[in-house]
């Protein structure tokens, strides 16, 4: 039974371009949530969804930032005009309930260049 | 923000002995959990214990809730080089649009 699975691993990117993360939960999870992390530093929050829908994006800059998660494939975090400070780790969890412990992916390296 | 607060930031203790971290927080929860975080890896779910709950065990942790005092702390037994990690307590408040809160971590580094 694969786990979260992130992807790509490392991506570089210069600035002002598009960077696209995927994640694709565990079988049968529904809820899924991205959390960005800085080094030395904890998670932050970005954004919880469940099966096409936005549960809640409150730590999600409003420009530039958007997630989905479509009925069918992987969700999506995208960063439109990337600039030096979305340099961070991106990680995604999924959970099988929202009070269900959350399984991780291995996060995708974001450098920006 | 009910943002769960490790303590203390960093830890290193000689193989063997035992580690305790510590976990604060601000508002009323529904459940308390503990992950472990290797390095360059996502985080690992380690115990769940519930605000009815005080104690905890699973294999050599042991973690512990006091809702009076709003805290936790997790306790490793007989530490191993295996165990070196961060470790992040994350606080759920059990409102189904809420999101749980994720400290900054405690980073343990077990001494050969």
């Known amino acids: 039974n694969a786990g979260v699975m992130q992807n790509p691993r490392h991506l570089v990117r210069r600035r002002g371009q598009e960077a696209r993360l995927r994640c694709s939960p565990m079988?049968?999870?529904?809820?899924v949530y991205w959390y960005r992390q800085l080094p030395e530093e904890g998670l932050k929050f970005m954004v919880y969804?469940?099966?096409?829908?936005?549960?809640?994006e409150s730590g999600m800059p409003k420009e530039r930032f958007s997630a989905e998660f479509p009925k069918e494939g992987p969700s999506i975090l995208r960063i439109q005009q990337v600039v030096r400070g979305d340099s961070a780790a991106y990680f995604c969890?999924?959970?099988?309930?929202?009070?269900?412990?959350?399984?991780f992916g291995d996060g995708t390296r974001l450098s920006i260049l | 923000s009910q943002q769960g607060e490790e303590d203390p930031q960093a830890l290193s203790i000689q193989e063997g002995e035992n580690a305790t971290m510590n976990c604060s927080y601000k508002t009323s929860i529904n459940n308390l959990q503990w992950y472990r975080q290797n390095s360059g890896r996502g985080l690992v779910h380690l115990i769940l214990?519930?605000?009815?709950?005080r104690e905890k065990h699973s294999g050599r942790l042991r973690v512990t809730l006091d809702t009076s005092k709003k805290s936790s702390s997790l306790l490793i037994t007989a530490s191993r080089a295996a165990d070196t990690a961060s470790y992040f307590c994350a606080t759920d408040r059990g409102d189904r649009d809420d999101k749980i809160i994720f400290g900054k971590g405690t980073r343990l580094h077990i001494l050969p």
């Open positions: 079988k049968g999870h529904s809820h």
């Open positions: 969890a999924s959970s099988y309930d929202r009070d269900q412990p959350q399984h």
């Open positions: 214990i519930r605000s009815n709950e």
């Open positions: 969804l469940q099966k096409e829908n936005i549960i809640d």
